[in-house]
């Protein structure tokens, strides 16, 4: 049973540029959530997409856009990047139905803007 | 503002001793209550998790105790081991508008010496 599976590993971009992540659910899962991770720092919510609509929202500009799919795959897209949003970007997955709660994160994507 | 405040930045326990984490949150709304654990590299990794309905939960050597009138929670780990040395972060969430939003704490890293 694969588990949350995200790409590219790793990312170099520069300020200005577009970045696009990718995010696969672990199997059974319904709902992906996106997080940013700043070195030394915990999680922060940026989204989190069911039935490919974003139902919540944290505080991120409107640079942060994301998309699902109907298999329930996830993007996360950021525009015009800055310096400051280079981190390591979390997906996490959940089944909305059952326990709801429980969120699974796969190994993250590390962005870093030049 | 930190909606999650978390405590020690950083411990460092002997092999066999107990570890104890601390986290502080003020949104009543919040229900759910779950502990990642995170290693270089990695995603956090769900550890344990708790409901407000009960004050102590305990899997294997890891407990969680928490005291809704305080608005505190806690993680013990018991008989440490050097595989523990990990960063943990501990979460809250609640139910919004048929979302799901999670915030962390900033972690504390782990040390455990053989």
């Known amino acids: 049973d694969a588990g949350v599976t995200q790409s590219p590993t790793h990312l170099i971009k520069t300020r200005g540029q577009q970045v696009t992540l990718r995010c696969s659910p672990k199997s059974g899962h319904d709902t992906v959530s996106w997080y940013q991770q700043a070195l030394g720092q915990g999680p922060q919510f940026i989204f989190q997409y069911y039935e490919e609509e974003e139902r919540q929202r944290g505080n991120f500009p409107d640079r942060f856009s994301g998309h699902q799919f109907p298999n329930y795959s996830s993007e996360l897209n950021v525009n015009a990047l800055l310096l400051g949003d280079s981190a390591l970007y979390l997906c996490a997955s959940s089944l909305r139905g059952g326990s709801f709660r429980e969120q699974f994160f796969g190994p993250g994507t590390r962005l870093t803007v030049l | 503002q930190q909606q999650v405040k978390q405590s020690p930045q950083s411990l460092i326990v002997q092999k066999g001793g107990i570890s104890i984490i601390n986290c502080a949150y003020e949104?009543?709304?919040?229900?759910?209550f779950p502990w990642y654990q995170q290693f270089p590299g990695k995603g956090p990794a769900l550890l344990i998790a708790?409901?407000?309905?009960?004050s102590e939960k305990k899997e294997g050597r890891f407990t969680i105790s928490f005291n809704k009138s305080a608005k505190q929670f806690s993680l013990h780990i018991m008989d440490s081991q050097p595989g523990d040395s990990a960063t943990y972060f501990c979460?809250?969430?609640?139910?919004?508008?048929?979302?799901?939003?999670?915030?962390f704490g900033t972690g504390t890293s782990l040390t455990v010496i053989p």
């Open positions: 708790i409901r407000p309905d009960v």
């Open positions: 979460a809250a969430s609640t139910l919004l508008q048929g979302g799901n939003q999670f915030y």
């Open positions: 949104n009543t709304a919040f229900d759910y």
